[in-house]
């Protein structure tokens, strides 16, 4: 028997497409000013999305923890030392998913996880960096 998709997850299909908005403006920074911080200094970038996400396509040098391992208690102290690991001097690192949406919600975890550190959202995900940064960066 057929669900209707809607009443069954509460939620249209196109739920995730919509912009979430948790951050305000100074904690997040735009794909193009991470381009620019990235052609300045070594940044830590941290990609909240699933492995096979990831595989598909990603920046370059990025960390990829995805946001279950960050949600996960149980992940907590191993994610903390891979963090410490990468972290530079100064202490930045900017957090980055498909479209914008989980990263927001892995920068919330990861100020609580390391005070402290600057962690900062990147608007509009790897789809902005396809579409500000790299045009050729395959968006999916």
């Not at 909240?48 to 923890?65: A, H, S, W």
């Not at 957090?95 to 996880?113: A, F, H, P, T």
Request: include cysteine; aromatic fraction near 4%; hydrophobic fraction near 35%.
């Amino acid at each position: 028997e057929l669900i209707d998709y809607t009443q069954f997850c509460g939620a249209a299909p196109t739920d995730k497409e919509s912009s979430l908005t948790l951050l305000g403006i100074s904690e997040r920074i735009t794909a193009r000013q991470l381009g620019e911080v990235m052609e300045k200094k070594k940044c830590l970038v941290v990609d909240v999305r699933t492995e096979p996400e990831v595989e598909m396509c990603g920046l370059e040098g990025c960390l990829n923890i995805p946001l279950a391992d960050l949600q996960y208690e149980g992940k907590r102290e191993e994610t903390m030392e891979k963090l410490e690991k990468m972290l530079s001097e100064e202490k930045e690192m900017y957090v980055m998913c498909r479209r914008g949406n989980d990263s927001q919600v892995g920068v919330e975890i990861l100020r609580k996880m390391l005070p402290g550190v600057s962690v900062r959202d990147v608007v509009g995900g790897l789809h902005a960096w396809a579409r500000d940064v790299d045009t050729n960066f395959p968006a999916y």
